[in-house]
């Protein structure tokens, strides 16, 4: 039976400019950091760069289908974009106070954000 969200990976061409971006944009640093995955702890979640060097790899730039939960994602994708990130998809009100946009990382990667006042932070409904 699914629990919940465990780790969401990025196919990266290069760790260390994703490493980066993602200090500069999210202010994480990894806590398991090898020359082919770098993994960060995001509130439980794993957040996992993956090497992969190949410029044919099809999932390539390609929207990922999982999403990063924010408290209130119109504030989080300006603090974003004041650090530098840009907008992959706009955010849009997708019904029931539910909100979802996503940001680019530095391989066309998107990074999904959601707001959804029907669970908190830590996963628990209200």
Avoid: C
């Avoid at 957040?47 to 504030?75: I, Q």
């Avoid at 539910?98 to 940001?103: C, Y």
């Avoid at 990074?111 to 628990?124: D, K, M, Q």
């Amino acid at each position: 039976m699914i629990q919940q969200l465990a780790t969401t990976i990025y196919n990266v061409s290069d760790l260390s400019r994703t490493k980066q971006w993602l200090a500069q944009i999210f202010e994480i640093t990894p806590y398991f950091d090898e020359p082919f995955y770098v993994g960060y702890n995001v509130g439980g979640f794993e957040l996992g760069l993956l090497l992969d060097e190949s410029n044919d790899n099809p999932s390539r730039h390609h929207p990922v289908l999982s999403y990063w939960r924010v408290d209130n994602l119109e504030a989080s994708l300006e603090l974003y974009q004041g650090r530098g990130a840009k907008i992959g998809e706009p955010l849009q009100d997708v019904g029931g106070g539910v909100k979802v946009a996503s940001i680019l990382d530095p391989d066309g990667n998107h990074v999904g954000l959601i707001e959804n006042p029907a669970f908190t932070i830590a996963g628990v409904g209200q």
